[in-house]
């Protein structure tokens, strides 16, 4: 199959042309189609919302086939003066080599355009641009590192907690935006503030939940799984729950993971975590913390610093049934001991 080149739409509508017409590249995820067929698909592609599921499902392709079109799509006029194809080039730029196997995007082109993107005046190219930057190629950090910081501050709380993760995945290289994740674990005033109008707006605080479990999760990585334990006792209810569930997903995913755990560091965060779940602000969150440090205790090395922490701690929680506790929760335990007990 050919490539159909446009004058109206340029690059724009050859990378999602290229996919819909059948051509070589494309062959395995769709049948091929005769000319008469590629003109009528080429057709509809003027629709916007066509062009941008097209590009959506570029992802599919390795990025060495999808990345040159998704490139020259970004010289294309529709690119510079229409708001709906900048955001799905962006968005098909973000989500290209998804499927690669490393996915980390190392192309210096493709870098660069991202990169960009963390600028733009959207707050969905920002987002998707954020969630990209996470797969950055090791030599692209520290040059992403200063661009994401003051995202930790944008408008959009959505576009707070992608820079958050985005950061937190680049581990120690990440070191300079500590303090400014900890601004967003621990609000001040002027983010006082602007939570209460995201809660306004939205009728919910799951943004900033979000957004402030993001920047936990982030300091874990960072720094290390304890760096933090005396400022969560500090921490208001909402963000003592963000920051128990980014902690204990943390020691799930190492204990999944086979890494051994430092015993003084686990033992603060678990003293710390039988303390919140002692009080229950929040049952449903100390539900589901329970049950995850049930899930490390089965999971965890007999003998394990990760093992006697969680299996002490569900003892403790058997022995001296918190408040909040129903029945429920207390046949959980009960299931639990009898099975730890074999």
């Not at 900048?86 to 995007?105: H, M, Q, Y």
């Not at 082109?109 to 190629?137: K, N, P, W």
């Not at 963000?242 to 686990?266: C, N, S, Y």
């Amino acid at each position: 199959m050919a490539l159909y080149r446009f004058s109206t739409m340029n690059s724009l509508l050859l990378c999602a042309a290229s996919f819909l017409a059948g051509t070589p590249s494309t062959v395995s995820l769709v049948s091929p189609c005769t000319q008469d067929t590629a003109d009528a698909l080429v057709a509809d592609l003027f629709s916007p919302a066509e062009v941008a599921r097209a590009l959506s499902m570029l992802r599919e392709l390795p990025s060495s086939q999808a990345l040159p079109e998704l490139l020259r799509a970004t010289t294309a006029d529709a690119f510079e003066k229409e708001a709906w194809a900048r955001e799905a080039v962006f968005r098909a730029l973000s989500e290209c080599g998804i499927r690669d196997n490393p996915p980390s995007i190392e192309n210096v082109q493709h870098v660069d355009i991202l990169r960009r993107g963390l600028s733009e005046a959207s707050a969905a190219i920002r987002f998707c641009c954020c969630q990209s930057a996470a797969r950055f190629a090791d030599a692209a950090r520290s040059a992403t590192v200063p661009v994401l910081i003051p995202l930790l501050r944008d408008k959009s709380p959505e576009v707070r907690a992608a820079a958050a993760r985005a950061l937190g995945a680049y581990g120690a290289g990440a070191l300079d935006a500590m303090p400014n994740l900890l601004e967003l674990l621990v609000p001040g005033d002027e983010d006082r503030a602007y939570w209460s109008n995201v809660m306004r707006d939205s009728g919910s605080t799951v943004l900033e939940l979000d957004a402030r479990q993001a920047a936990a999760e982030a300091r874990i990585s960072i720094g290390s799984l304890d760096c933090d334990v005396d400022v969560y006792r500090e921490l208001d209810a909402l963000g003592q729950t963000a920051a128990a569930v980014a902690v204990t997903r943390e020691i799930h995913r190492l204990v999944d993971g086979g890494f051994e755990l430092p015993p003084a560091g686990i033992s603060r965060v678990f003293a710390w975590l039988g303390t919140l779940i002692s009080a229950g602000a929040d049952a449903k969150t100390c539900r589901g913390v329970v049950h995850t440090i049930a899930s490390i205790a089965t999971k965890a090395r007999n003998g394990s610093p990760a093992h006697a922490e969680s299996t002490r701690l569900l003892s403790d929680l058997h022995t001296n049934t918190p408040r909040w506790f129903v029945a429920e929760d207390r046949e959980f335990l009960e299931l639990f001991a009898r099975r730890a007990g074999r």
